[in-house]
């Protein structure tokens, strides 16, 4: 069953399987959020775990064994439990399970946290490692923003005017191709043909928050400071953005195969807990 937080601002909606956020709506009853419709895409925001992105024969290595996962890994299709609740925040807990240790041999708990601030969403990860030994991942966030007008009367306004370098996809890999995407100041305009290979990849950034522009009217922001990458993502003529910001991502055409070498992968030493958080604010 789905759970509403609310406060006078807001009201954001979470379904258990995969504590995936499915609606952000403001007190005028704006919805924010992808509807989900799947002859373009059937999710609305789905947490990336154990890995982001896809995995070169979707196997990779670890201690000389071999394992499968598949595309953006297995947290997006799991229940989640509920941790604890209140009017403005929930927090939902994810451990490993026999069959998860049979494609990622870690014990885990991943804890998935949203909270009402004004006119803020917080969404929180936590991710803690229950094994005596260091244990290689990465997390990312997938949400969609609706956009319910022509998607050429929107941009994104990125916090500093900078370089936007991309790094190419090949059967879904990261290449050593990049394109140089330019800016209307610290302005990009969005149009289909920017997504004809895919999503685009930056794996730096220096901007750590983008808004939305509707008409040249901002109307949201994402935060994500803390967050080394990030991606950006639509299919052609569908009424949503993807800001998706990430620790890791797919990988590259080069990788070794093994997890704990795989690039922008993330290393937590024995028992010891990763936080982070990115928020949506309504403008």
């Keep these: 069953m789905n759970i509403t937080i609310s406060n006078t601002h807001l009201s954001a909606t979470i379904n258990p399987l995969g504590a995936e956020l499915i609606s952000l709506k403001d007190k005028e009853n704006r919805e924010y959020i992808w509807e989900g419709n799947p002859i373009f895409w059937g999710k609305h925001s789905p947490i990336l775990f154990p890995i982001v992105g896809r995995l070169k024969h979707d196997i990779y290595s670890h201690n000389e064994k071999s394992y499968s996962l598949s595309r953006h890994g297995f947290a997006r299709e799991m229940e989640f ?17 026999d069959e998860t240790l049979k494609n990622y041999p870690f014990q885990f708990e991943l804890q998935i946290s949203y909270t009402l601030i004004d006119k803020n969403l917080k969404i929180g990860y936590k991710v803690i490692n229950l094994n005596a030994f260091e244990m290689p991942f990465s997390i990312g966030a997938h949400p969609a923003f609706a956009l319910p007008k022509s998607f050429e009367k929107y ?20 290449s050593d191709k990049t394109i140089s995407i330019p800016m209307q100041e610290n302005s990009l305009p969005l149009a289909y043909p920017l997504f004809k290979n895919d ?18 009217v901002p109307f949201l922001k994402i935060n994500f400071a803390g967050f080394p990458s990030l991606g950006i993502w639509t299919k052609e003529n569908a009424p949503y953005i993807c800001l998706e910001p990430w620790f890791g991502y797919a990988d590259i055409k080069t990788n070794s195969g093994k997890l ?8 937590i030493r024995a028992y010891e807990t990763f936080n982070s958080e990115y928020s949506i604010e309504i403008l």
């Design 81 to 97: 439990s509920l941790l604890e609740k209140s009017a403005t925040k929930i927090i939902f807990s994810l451990t490993n399970t």
């Design 155 to 174: 941009e994104l306004q990125f916090e500093k005017e900078e370089e936007l370098l991309s790094y190419q996809l090949e059967n879904d890999l990261i």
């Design 199 to 216: 999503a685009l990849i930056f794996k730096k950034l220096e901007s750590k928050s983008i808004a939305i522009l509707e008409n040249k």
């Design 260 to 267: 704990s070498e795989k690039e922008g992968v993330q290393i």
